[in-house]
């Protein structure tokens, strides 16, 4: 992609394409936002289709070509994949596919968990569809040759995190018995391996460190990925010049009725507007 | 639709298409073959866009179309809608777009519950979608004009029932949690009103009985559609002839890792054979 210098001032202005299966990426968008606050952001949540974490790869990267064509029409420069699932088993088809840089969660997750359990066993709670995929031990083992990765499919954390049912006894009850698997195995640091899962990061810490009497790293995928885009805009060239606060439009293919309380909770900061487009 | 004797001969030993959004709907499918042991049945399972409980109408309109569409190219001779949220928002414009018999889950449900209440008010716990819809209250108030119905969303239930967890104290927590409001407003009896539901039947009678001291009527919708069914076919003269076990053909749009293990638990039979379709 060789571009002529007007061109090139016009693609850092443009802006960022995040999808999610759901709203569940919004808590990216609330680090995305944080760490780079001039970028304008499109954020495109598959609502009507969502959850992806429990269908087969074949359906999941029919949906994220779907998805990612949405953003490229709107002009993005590059796409952040806000979903696991979606970066577990959808990622290197959507790099072939497209001519644009495409940056998941997964990588970014694996690297802070790397450096967070220095060499200790890595817990890792996700959907099912990215625990079934390897993603995260193929990750890290790309990154350490020591680090191990013990996996636990979470798939009530994610209903919980929607409902926001995240305190209280029946979110500790759920987080203990997917924790306990992961600390009977030696795990030493817990990912959250979900975009949803920041949300009951507090019962999740708290049974954790019930369990191993312990306060061991909780890693937000969410955070390390902001991190991550905006190490990759710096380095690219692709960093917007704005000063002012970014916009945020948002697109869902379906606008269910607590839409707006959703969103608020994920994104961290109140929702205006909202676009429904059709996939 | 008129007729000659073949024809009707001939229609009588066609297929009955059941469809739900997931695999929730085979809990009517369990019923039907208790009660119409020699009727085929072509089950669609639309697993790919599972769950509609938390979608918009429109939304959900436009999906039991499509799988009402998978159905009738397979000959069948009526739809059951084994789905709560799809008899709740859509059977009324899929009875004007399709030529032939549809039966929700709804009017059975409803009938069942006023017959078990005998006048006092009828508590229904189902997806977001079905308790916004007024489907139930609407359904219950052309029955009895005594009768009132308390109303709970209880979608956490939906995931336990997907996951199987169903047993032990989370269930139970949930259960109550939802049950709570409902006793609490005077409810003198329970319906199931989504087909996950009476996977969780133990808990819900348990928390209920706890709630109450009293064993109060639990109503299982996929029994009252299933004898709904079997009077329709009779009164209609649609009833197959045949005397051994009708087959079961089984259609999803996706499949599931565990979907062997999912439709077992719900069907109550070893699941063989499943055919993926696109819609």
């Known amino acids: ?3 002529n210098p007007l061109e090139k001032a016009a693609r850092r202005e443009a802006p960022l394409g995040v999808f ?3 709203l569940g990426g919004l808590t990216v968008v609330h680090a995305l936002r944080e760490k780079c606050p001039g970028e304008n952001i499109v954020y495109l949540g598959d609502t009507a289709r969502v959850p992806y974490g429990t269908r087969s790869p074949e359906t999941v990267v029919r949906y994220a070509l779907g998805c990612s064509r949405v953003l490229l029409k709107r002009g993005v420069k590059a796409i952040v994949v806000a979903c696991n699932t979606v970066s577990a088993v959808a990622l290197d088809m959507l790099r072939i596919e497209l001519d ?8 970014p997750g694996a690297r802070a968990a790397v450096e967070a ?3 200790a066993p890595i817990g890792v709670l ?5 625990i079934s995929s390897n993603a995260y031990p193929r990750a890290v083992a790309a990154l350490s040759t ?14 919980l995190a929607e409902e926001g049912w995240v305190d209280g006894q029946v979110p500790r009850l759920v987080a203990q018995r997917y924790l306990e698997p992961l600390v ?8 959250l391996g979900c975009t949803h899962f920041p949300l009951l990061k507090k019962p999740i810490a708290e049974e954790l460190a019930a369990l191993t009497g312990e306060n061991l790293p909780i890693v937000d995928s969410a955070y390390a990925t902001a991190d991550d885009v905006a190490t990759f805009l710096t380095e690219r060239n692709l960093a917007c010049t704005r000063t002012e606060r970014g916009t945020l439009d948002l697109l869902v293919t379906d606008v269910p ?6 969103a608020s909770r994920f994104l961290g900061e109140t929702v205006d507007e909202v676009h429904q487009i059709d996939l």
Not at 100 to 107: A, C, E, Q, Y
Not at 126 to 130: I, K, P, Q, S
Not at 184 to 191: E, L, P, T, Y
């Open 20 to 22: 999610d299966s759901g």
């Open 146 to 159: 020591r680090a191990v990765v013990i996996g636990q499919a979470a798939p009530l954390l994610v209903s």
């Open 100 to 107: 644009l840089p495409i940056l998941g969660v997964i990588v």
């Open 126 to 130: 996700a959907t099912t569809g990215t």
């Open 117 to 119: 359990s220095q060499g």
């Open 1 to 3: 992609m060789s571009a």
């Open 184 to 191: 009977r195995k030696g795990a030493r640091s817990v990912v």
């Open 257 to 262: 009725k607590s839409f707006r309380e959703v």
